[in-house]
């Protein structure tokens, strides 16, 4: 809804001012779809030669993700913990060796099942157990551990980030192409000399919206739009990040509800519930 709303302002500055100064929109509209048409397949032209097939299936996705909110909110983030809580606080009392069935069977646990928001995310039930497989088997340390998490957690950072990468070159590249079809526009006025100056003008005028259409649509456009999937790149490692958190400092011995508290520190303000709300959620579920 933002991004819709901002490309609105956008525009509306844009044209408003050009026409409010006196400016002529219907040359503009007139050359619009075949400058478009030039600057829209060069750039898709180029972008698909650009990007391997990975990366243009996350770019498609991570666009959809553009035009929804954001699902990393304080609701999720309590109910994260809570789970963490309840898994640490059942392996504290049993022993790690009751939460085997939990870890290889996520989606039939009642553990998991009791928090269907995060227990149901494959990528976060996956990183979870990944680690709570190792952290069972008791054959490495919480040092190793943490280099693990680490390597995992950046691993997806790159393969999220080779969208808005490959966005930004896109933003980079479409003023590029403008100038392209403008100069193209402009051989084809130089082509039409004996035309008379009013002619010639339109001419020139069409040419130079190639050059103008370019700029607008990296700047109010593709850059806006690698900037928003770059946050939400960010929000999702910052939910891993909290889970690293919270494991690791119950490996080093802290009883879960200190565990957890130090996963929450992690969270951005903005999300990250306080003491009180927290503690009421997990005290609710149980």
Request: charged fraction near 20%; hydrophobic fraction near 45%.
């Given at each position: 809804?933002?991004?819709i709303?901002?490309?609105i302002?956008?525009?509306?500055?844009?044209f408003?001012?050009?026409?409010?100064?006196g400016?002529?929109?219907?040359?503009?509209?007139?050359?619009l779809p075949f400058?478009m048409a030039?600057?829209?397949?060069?750039?898709l032209?180029?972008?698909?030669?650009?990007n391997?097939p990975k990366?243009?299936?996350?770019?498609?996705?991570?666009?959809?993700?553009?035009f929804k909110?954001?699902?990393y909110?304080?609701?999720?983030?309590?109910?994260?913990?809570?789970?963490?809580?309840?898994?640490?606080?059942k392996?504290?009392?049993e022993?790690?060796?009751?939460?085997?069935?939990?870890?290889e069977?996520?989606?039939?646990?009642?553990l998991?099942?009791?928090?269907?928001?995060v227990?149901?995310?494959?990528?976060?039930?996956?990183?979870?157990t990944?680690?709570?497989?190792?952290?069972?088997?008791?054959?490495?340390?919480?040092?190793?551990i943490?280099?693990?998490?680490?390597?995992?957690?950046?691993?997806?950072?790159n393969?999220?980030?080779?969208?808005v990468?490959?966005?930004?070159?896109?933003?980079?590249?479409?003023?590029?192409?403008?100038?392209v079809?403008?100069?193209l526009g402009?051989?084809n006025?130089m082509?039409?000399?004996?035309?008379?100056?009013?002619?010639?003008g339109?001419?020139i005028?069409s040419?130079?919206?190639?050059?103008?259409?370019?700029?607008?649509?990296a700047?109010a456009?593709?850059?806006?739009?690698?900037?928003?999937?770059?946050?939400?790149?960010?929000e999702?490692?910052?939910?891993?990040?909290?889970?690293?958190t919270?494991?690791?400092?119950s490996?080093?011995?802290?009883a879960?509800?200190v565990?957890?508290e130090?996963g929450?520190?992690?969270?951005?303000?903005?999300?990250r519930?306080?003491f009180a709300?927290?503690e009421?959620?997990?005290?609710g579920k149980?």
């Amino acid at each position: 809804m933002f991004v819709i709303i901002g490309w609105i302002v956008a525009l509306s500055a844009v044209f408003g001012v050009f026409i409010a100064h006196g400016g002529n929109i219907a040359v503009v509209l007139k050359a619009l779809p075949f400058e478009m048409a030039a600057i829209g397949g060069a750039a898709l032209g180029a972008f698909v030669a650009n990007n391997q097939p990975k990366v243009l299936k996350a770019t498609a996705k991570g666009l959809g993700l553009c035009f929804k909110g954001s699902k990393y909110t304080k609701a999720r983030y309590m109910e994260l913990m809570a789970l963490m809580y309840d898994i640490l606080q059942k392996a504290r009392k049993e022993g790690l060796m009751s939460i085997e069935k939990d870890v290889e069977e996520p989606h039939s646990s009642p553990l998991f099942q009791k928090y269907p928001v995060v227990g149901n995310d494959h990528h976060v039930s996956e990183f979870i157990t990944d680690y709570l497989r190792m952290m069972v088997s008791g054959n490495l340390n919480s040092h190793e551990i943490e280099s693990l998490m680490d390597n995992e957690i950046e691993t997806h950072h790159n393969e999220a980030h080779s969208a808005v990468a490959a966005l930004q070159r896109l933003a980079g590249a479409l003023p590029a192409f403008g100038i392209v079809a403008a100069v193209l526009g402009v051989v084809n006025t130089m082509g039409s000399v004996g035309q008379p100056p009013a002619v010639l003008g339109g001419m020139i005028g069409s040419a130079l919206v190639g050059t103008f259409l370019g700029i607008l649509l990296a700047y109010a456009f593709a850059e806006p739009l690698a900037g928003l999937l770059e946050q939400k790149v960010d929000e999702a490692g910052k939910e891993l990040q909290c889970i690293k958190t919270t494991l690791l400092a119950s490996m080093q011995g802290y009883a879960p509800q200190v565990a957890v508290e130090f996963g929450r520190k992690v969270l951005y303000s903005t999300e990250r519930p306080t003491f009180a709300e927290l503690e009421k959620h997990v005290k609710g579920k149980k």
